[in-house]
């Protein structure tokens, strides 16, 4: 995990809670600018996804949006990771390079995508079909978006960690899917991914328990990313040293917003990345 190493707005040092920082008001605002142009590119990239498309025209997209915006990849050089976007399709789960290989009708595609914008980050993505796909792939989607946005409406100050973490499982659970355990969201601010890490499971080691975890207040910034599968949790990495895939094979789904903690609902910061 990196230090923060901005300076703040002003002379602001920042503060910090069970080692989170909690962003000022100015903070938030600049972080609303990042994630209104995560969002924005999302949603045009989603319009692009079509039978044909080829998923390296997808991150050509991205990197001309990104520019018009006067924004920066978050992604792009991140522990050397050779793209603006990531793009993980089928039994791909994160982490999917873009590159020649061709969407066809019937495949289920994630678009990850962060920006830096005026020194802060905003980090969001989609699942969508291609074209008509089958029940069992709407219904995975359906229910990755279900589970975000039941965690969002989990994550107000008060709550902890654990119980976002509780209220995704049990909403994959009761929909007959389960959850990457390996993979969390994180904290974001300055850095892409700052402290704490967002367990989408309670089952040890990476998991928390409801009730457990540090208590959420308000000002904190935080990408939740649940990443739901209609067959087991475990995962493995392609030969690329990025592709994450599910072990058995089984289709994968990923939805992620980026949102500031408020005494009541959270503001979603990445709004507008879908209807
Ligand atoms: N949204 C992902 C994350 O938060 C994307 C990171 S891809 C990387 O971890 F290439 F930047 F690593
Ligand atoms: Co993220």
């Known amino acids: 995990m990196e230090k923060h190493t901005g300076t ?24 609303r600018r990042a994630g209104r142009i995560v969002a924005g590119i999302i949603r045009k990239l989603c319009a692009h996804v079509a039978p044909g498309i080829r998923t390296r025209e997808l991150d050509v997209i991205a990197v001309k949006e990104l520019k ?126 700052e402290d704490p890490q967002i367990p989408n499971c309670t089952e040890p080691p990476y998991g928390l328990k409801p009730g457990t975890g540090p208590l959420l207040k308000k000002g904190m910034t935080l990408a939740i990313e649940p990443m739901l599968t209609t067959g087991g949790w475990r995962t493995r990495v392609g030969a690329d040293n990025w592709t994450v895939s599910t072990l058995d094979g089984s289709l994968a789904a990923h939805f992620e917003h980026t949102i500031a903690i408020d005494d009541t609902m959270p503001e979603v910061l990445t709004e507008g990345t879908y209807a």
């Open 68 to 193: 018009e915006a006067g924004a920066v990849s978050s992604f792009k050089g991140y522990h050397g990771y050779p793209a603006t976007i990531c793009v993980s399709v089928n039994d791909e789960v994160v982490h999917g390079i873009p590159g020649e290989r061709i969407l066809r009708e019937g495949d289920i595609v994630t678009i990850d995508f962060g920006a830096i914008y005026d020194g802060f980050h905003g980090d969001a993505a989609v699942t969508v079909p291609v074209g008509r796909v089958n029940d069992l792939a709407l219904r995975l989607i359906e229910a990755t978006r279900g589970a975000l946005e039941t965690a969002i409406a989990t994550a107000r100050a008060g709550a902890r960690l654990g119980d976002i973490a509780a209220a995704i499982e049990s909403y994959a659970h009761a929909r007959g899917f389960s959850v990457i355990r390996e993979y969390t969201g994180h904290g974001i601010g300055r850095q892409m991914h």
């Open 8 to 31: 703040g707005r002003g002379d602001r040092i920042p503060y910090r809670h069970d080692g989170i920082y909690i962003k000022s008001e100015d903070e938030i605002a600049a972080m």
